[in-house]
């Protein structure tokens, strides 16, 4: 009964290196969601996932990568990490539903300080 | 004018009390809406959806009003466990992404 799991859960790291969030989740859902938080903007979505090889921007893609290969697995690549990036990352994810009442199941969350 | 817009607080209220909240939302095409809690350092998790015919889940009642674009909770007889960080989501027809609010954070007093 793992559901959504993230790591690492803390992440430090230096400006302009490369850095992988990842995000696994046990459900088979279809959707997944990388979000950062920050104080002040709240939730803001940086890509999503329909399903397996399809993704597409949200309203901060700038600087990320994403990819997904497989269905359980959304990997969040920093390319050249910026101090502008420190933030709290949440992964999610959800299955439509007839209703559309689906709810997003979000994993613990990645802290990430760039120095 | 933003999305999704929440009074941040913080709210500080004492234990027993009513306290509400509301949310207004710029698109009149969104068709589903959420209550998310997120404590302290935690996650989001869903707290209540958001129905057209208004919804109760104990103490909790959330209201929808499209005419005038905003969702609102309530909840009576607070209790400590009740503070946190509640967030308002709104989520257009036909899609999977949403727009969370900031927030409004919650602080009950004993």
């Known amino acids: 009964d793992a559901g959504i799991t993230q790591s690492p859960r803390y992440k430090i790291t230096e400006t302009g290196r490369q850095v992988t969030l990842m995000c696994h989740q046990t459900?088979?859902?279809?959707?997944m969601f990388w979000y950062r938080q920050d104080l002040g903007h709240g939730l803001r979505l940086i890509y999503y996932?329909?399903?397996?090889?399809?993704?597409d921007k949200g309203e901060v893609p700038d600087g990320y990568v994403v990819s997904r290969s497989k269905t359980e697995n959304f990997p969040l690549t920093l390319e050249s990490a910026t101090r502008s990036q420190t933030s709290v990352y949440f992964c999610a994810s959800s299955e439509p539903g007839l209703a559309g009442e689906e709810t997003q199941y979000f994993g613990p969350g990645t802290r990430l300080l760039v120095l | 004018r933003k999305e999704v817009e929440q009074d941040p607080g913080p709210f500080n209220v004492p234990e027993g009390a009513t306290v509400a909240f509301n949310c207004t939302y710029s698109n009149s095409a969104s068709q589903s809406f959420f209550w998310y809690r997120q404590d302290c350092r935690k996650e989001p998790k869903l707290l209540m959806s958001v129905y057209s015919s208004g919804n109760e889940d104990g103490r909790f009642t959330a209201q929808l009003n499209r005419a005038s674009q905003y969702i609102s909770l309530l909840i009576r007889d607070s209790k400590l466990s009740d503070s946190a960080t509640y967030l308002c989501v709104v989520r257009p027809g036909g899609y999977q992404k949403v727009t969370f609010g900031i927030g409004t954070k919650l602080q009950v007093i004993p």
């Open positions: 996932s329909a399903a397996a090889d399809i993704t």
């Open positions: 459900w088979s859902h279809s959707y």
